[in-house]
């Protein structure tokens, strides 16, 4: 498993992730399917897609059906038909959320199940060996990932708490297993995202990984974090913007030099009726488009655009028919996947700017 840089314009990258299970070529969006499954979408459509990667969740699939039932089927890859890579996340952020149901010390987690109230703690090293065992491409470590806003001595805590837990996490991988990245935290705060930095690049991680963002803090400080966080990681390594985010977001953000993205926005707003298109957002259940017969995108070629007016996608979410919000979510999965092809597009032309520029401008003109 590596990484190559193939090419750079300005700090926008264009690379090649190798893995067990196939390339991945970057800058690259990695579908959410957090149990197993991308919501409302079967595995032969996203590869129609051209998805090259999706990511789970190892603290959902812990839960429910449990590891031991994955590891019969032969690894994730298999349980749930997907033959291409797979990145899962430690549920760091799942457990954290759990505010009232989880206490943390310097071995670990203990945290009460969301589904049943059964108590569990998990330990660094567990949580990557869970990993190993659903035969992850990509894995994460446990860190601890804290709110906006967050009391600076806190952040602190979290931190030292995250770096600690990277290091036990690092000693137990052995060569030629999955690639583990490290994650850097440190809230808002420039001195911690420094120093967290610092202390996670040497230990030479497989690559980077930017968390604690898209977490309530105002999009200007998210930008300031990720731009100086990305300064100080090191050039031969994949750099992941974790749980970022909307399409504008992640065009930013591929101006930074960020190779990895995911998010449960496009799958989420397609259930909900909403679209995202080269001109903006749209929202099928409203009035205007009851007589619409053109596509959701005309400059789109997905099956949904291609086959189905925003008229009669309207008309499925008002009759509540599963198959509105199934179309909707294919279409987002397919634009997001397309907006990252034309991005690695541009990079290799060293046109990146000219097509950040033309995206952004025809984009949020839609109601």
Known sequence: MSFALIHQDNKARLGKISTGHGDIDTPCFMPVGTQGTVKALSPEELKNCAAQIILSNAYHLFLRPGIEVIKKAGGLHGFMSWPKPILTDSGGYQIFSLALLRKVNDDGVE?????????????????????????????????????YPCAKDYAQVAMERTI?????????????????????????????????????????????AIGG??????????YNISALVLELLPQDRPRYLMGVGTPEDIIEAVGMGVDMFD???????GRNGTAFTSEGKLTIRNAPYAQDFNPLDLACDCYACKNFSRAYLRHLFNTEEI????????????FYLKLMEKARQAIAKNQFAEFKK?????YNTCV
């Open 111 to 147: 945290f009460q199940s969301h589904i049943d109230g059964l108590k569990h703690f998990f330990t660094p090293i567990d949580v990557v060996n869970i990993q190993k065992d659903l035969a992850s491409d990509i894995i994460m470590p446990l860190d601890e990932c804290v709110h």
């Open 164 to 208: 600690d837990w990277a290091r036990r996490s690092r000693a137990s991988m052995r060569p030629g297993g999955p690639l583990l990245f490290g994650i850097i935290q440190g809230a808002t705060y420039e001195d911690l995202r420094k120093e967290c930095s610092q202390k996670i690049v040497e230990m030479d991680f497989d690559g980077y």
């Open 213 to 222: 963002v898209s977490v309530g803090e105002p999009k200007n400080l998210r």
């Open 263 to 269: 998010c449960v926005v496009p799958t989420r707003y």
């Open 323 to 334: 198959l509105g919000l199934r179309l909707v979510s294919l279409h987002n999965i397919y």
């Open 358 to 362: 033309e995206f952004l401008s025809k």
